[in-house]
């Protein structure tokens, strides 16, 4: 029997957050997932990660419930790598660690190597290539700025209205439409619970408009916030979907000239953007081949 999931609490900049965890020794592996996801997106790999001899970390990201909704109202993607940061101060035991995030913990786990590269030996990332691929796609890829239409709806005020209506049915749109043909009922309904009360459905939306719209930015994480656009210096592997249909695989292929040597670029057959989900024992295979 695989070792079993435990549910825990710890509180990480001032910010109470839940975490799912599995195995208590070794080197922390710290997985961050994304949008519209939970912790839960990590089930498959935190016993894998925890028999491999780590100490496995999922946390339900700031704002997600079970985890509250930060008092400080930020929501900038460099929040979320010093998040990271605290809980490898909290947990990390004082070694390197890995990290290992999917979406918007992509680039948090990039922004986290790249800014603290002394507590990560290797990273991982999936569905958001590190660098600048994806910001290069806006500009000189139509099919991506169509893909990426939610981003920009979600500035309006109309998305308040939209998004909650008929219990979240927008998230099953998201899905079906990111992942064609996988049955995404299990972790939908894990992202519900973590977005139907309002205010933690605001704070996911507010990621977003911390980004692009009018959100509030902490001046004193700007050097960070750039570190997130950045490609970590450790040796690093980014896993991409090939029927993705958040972020289409030529961002990835982009991504091949924009990034440094000691990134490897891999596309996943058979899976959307939930790779993890969709594939687990070959995204799990993979990972688990590049951390040792």
């Known amino acids: 029997m695989p070792p079993a999931l435990d549910t825990r609490r ?6 109470d957050f839940t975490y799912l965890a599995c195995g208590d020794t070794g080197p922390l592996a710290l997985c961050l997932h994304g949008f519209p996801d939970s912790a839960h997106t990590w089930r498959h790999l935190l016993p894998v990660l925890a028999e491999a001899g780590y100490r496995a970390v999922a946390p339900f990201q700031r704002g997600y419930a079970p985890t509250a909704v930060p008092a400080d109202g930020r929501f900038q993607t460099a ?15 004082g070694e390197p660690g890995v990290i290992i995030g999917h ?17 990560w030996s290797k990273v991982v990332t999936m569905a958001v290539p590190p660098g600048p691929a994806l910001g290069a796609a806006f500009l000189t890829v139509p099919a991506q700025l169509k893909r990426s239409w939610y981003m920009f709806f979600f500035q309006h005020p109309l998305a308040d209205l939209v998004v909650p209506a008929d219990d979240l ?18 972790d939908v309904a894990h992202v519900k619970d973590c977005l139907r009360d ?5 704070a996911a ?13 902490d001046p004193g994480l700007e050097d960070l916030q750039v570190a997130c656009g950045g490609v970590p210096s450790q040796p690093t592997l980014y896993l991409h979907g090939r ?22 670029i891999e596309v996943v057959e058979g899976a959307g953007h939930f790779l993890q ?9 993979r990972i688990l081949e590049f951390l040792a």
Not at 79 to 93: C, N, P, V
Not at 256 to 264: G, I, K, Q, S
Request: proline share 6%; charged share 20%; hydrophobic share 45%.
């Open 169 to 186: 049915a927008f998230i099953d749109r998201l899905w079906a439409d990111w992942s064609p043909g996988h049955d995404g009922a299990e």
């Open 277 to 285: 989900i969709e594939q687990p024992d070959i995204v799990n295979a």
């Open 103 to 119: 979406d918007w913990g992509a680039p948090a786990t990039s922004g986290a190597a790249v800014h603290a590269p002394e507590r």
């Open 79 to 93: 929040a979320l790598a010093l998040d990271a940061i605290g809980f490898h101060e909290a947990l990390g035991a």
């Open 243 to 264: 029927t993705d249909g958040c972020i289409g695989v030529e961002v990835a292929e982009m991504a091949r000239a924009m990034v440094t040597p000691n990134v490897t």
């Open 10 to 15: 710890i509180t990480v900049n001032d910010v």
């Open 205 to 217: 939306i507010g990621y977003y408009r911390a980004t692009l719209g009018e959100g509030y930015k």
């Open 198 to 202: 309002p205010a933690h459905l605001a």
